[in-house]
């Protein structure tokens, strides 16, 4: 991954939303969200490689690869809702970012609720 290009089209696209918004406000935010969206797949394409690396090594080592799973998906929905956040932040909707938020906390806990169950269980069987 290639910080240096993430970041200059960061910096290149503030400056270009300041200069827009002062004659063309939806312009300027039109390009906010075209950037994020370019810069969101450029970093997905850049990580899916080595995840899916890592997937493969902890398979071969016959560990149970559904803890990989829900750790992967976990991150997966704090990135989409970080994401959908900040752009309903930039409409100034700040209470719907925080609804946007709380649903991917619940979406989390709701995803770790299989994990926890077995925790459980494993406790249980140690104490029984």
């Not at 300041?18 to 950037?35: N, R």
């Not at 752009?87 to 619940?106: M, P």
């Amino acid at each position: 991954m290639n910080l240096t290009t993430v970041l200059g089209i960061c910096l290149v696209t503030a400056v270009l939303g300041v200069v827009l918004k002062q004659y063309k406000p939806e312009y300027a935010f039109f390009i906010a969200i075209v950037s994020g969206i370019i810069i969101f797949f450029y970093l997905l394409v850049q990580v899916i490689n080595p995840v899916f690396e890592i997937r493969n090594i902890i398979a071969k080592q016959g560990v149970d690869t559904s803890y990989f799973l829900v750790a992967f998906k976990t991150l997966g929905i704090c990135i989409i809702t970080g994401f959908v956040s900040d752009i309903c932040k930039d409409f100034g909707q700040n209470a719907l970012a925080g609804k946007a938020e709380f649903a991917g906390r619940c979406a989390i806990f709701l995803l770790s609720l299989p994990l926890l169950k077995g925790l459980l269980e494993a406790a249980y069987s140690f104490i029984g």
